[in-house]
Nanobody
């Protein structure tokens, strides 16, 4: 079981930027298709970006052109660079295996976009 720890969230004004990090334990991280999810209050958790072990990225339409997912397999870490943030990006952000997440989730990191 891979353990995942998210960090980097915070309060930012509309149009601002944040960079999230996901630190993973275990030696299999580099082989895992990973993703960033988010859950806004009263809404279901959604997958917003995913990246293959080789670095091919796919984005939800809602974040395409504004968010960039990346990973450093040598450091067992994945990132989400978020630019041009909007109030509707406010949510708790989680990392996990893409499309078939592990049962155990990290605590997530809160992103709040507000003036």
């Amino acid at each position: 079981q891979v353990q995942l720890v998210e960090s980097g969230g915070g309060l930012v004004q509309p149009g601002g930027s944040l960079r999230l990090s996901c630190a993973a334990s275990g030696s299999i991280f580099s082989y895992i298709y990973m993703g960033w999810y988010r859950q806004a209050p009263g809404k279901e958790r959604e997958l917003v970006a995913r990246i293959t072990s080789g670095g091919t990225a796919t984005y939800a339409d809602s974040v395409k052109g504004r968010f960039t997912i990346s990973r450093d397999n040598a450091k067992n870490t994945m990132y989400l660079q978020m630019n041009s943030l909007k109030p509707e990006d406010t949510a708790v952000y989680y990392c996990n295996r893409a499309l078939a997440p592990f049962p155990s989730w990290g605590q997530g990191t809160q992103v709040t976009v507000s003036s």
